[in-house]
């Protein structure tokens, strides 16, 4: 399994470029992803999490019943006036949990690995949290960027421990 990339890994932080080759290069790099999130028991990862600065995230919203979906340059389309806040957390941001308020309903345009576009329209609940989730990803963008300053200042102790640690791995 590939190693998770951890809060302070510059990976994290870089805008993902886009797929532009649906090839069996991209099909093997997905399969590998979804072998990586359910063995790391995520709802979601995207490519950046496992080093490659590419738009490609995989969401399985269903808990257990290995229905992935394939994001490949995704896209929110739409999204709701109401917000709703709930716990986040990141398999790249270990042992932190916070509040996120999001869009409650998105729709996303996106890809899947046989070069496929296809709308998932209305994703509500869990699935819209974590469609967002994973996109921002994609964008270099972490959950801990969209909590409250209090939230924020609450983690900063452990924020710079996480990237600390990244950082002497990444020098080791
Ligand atoms: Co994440």
């Known amino acids: 399994m590939a190693s998770i990339r951890i809060y ?23 399969e590998q992803m979804i072998d990586d999130m359910y ?9 950046p999490q496992v080093g490659e600065s590419v738009r490609v995230a995989i969401v399985d919203p269903t808990g257990g019943e290995k229905a992935p979906y394939v994001l490949i340059n995704p896209e929110v389309i739409e999204r709701s006036e109401e917000q709703v806040e ?3 957390g990141c398999l790249s941001i270990p042992d932190i949990r916070l509040k996120v308020r999001r869009p409650a309903i998105v729709s996303v345009r996106a890809w ?9 329209e209305n994703a509500a609940g869990l699935f819209a949290r974590a469609l967002q989730h994973e996109i921002d990803h994609l964008e270099g ?3 801990v960027d969209r909590v409250s300053p209090v939230s924020r200042q609450l983690v ?10 990244s950082r002497d791995r990444a020098a080791a």
Do not use: Q
């Open 8 to 30: 302070g890994d510059p990976v994290l932080r870089k805008k993902a470029a886009p797929v532009t080759a649906f090839d069996d290069k991209l099909g093997k790099f997905v």
């Open 39 to 47: 063995e790391s028991d995520g709802v979601g990862l995207a490519a």
């Open 141 to 143: 963008i972490l959950f």
């Open 112 to 120: 899947n690995e046989h070069g496929e576009e296809y709308t998932i």
């Open 156 to 165: 900063s102790g452990k924020l710079k421990k996480l990237a600390k640690s």
């Open 86 to 88: 709930d716990e986040e």
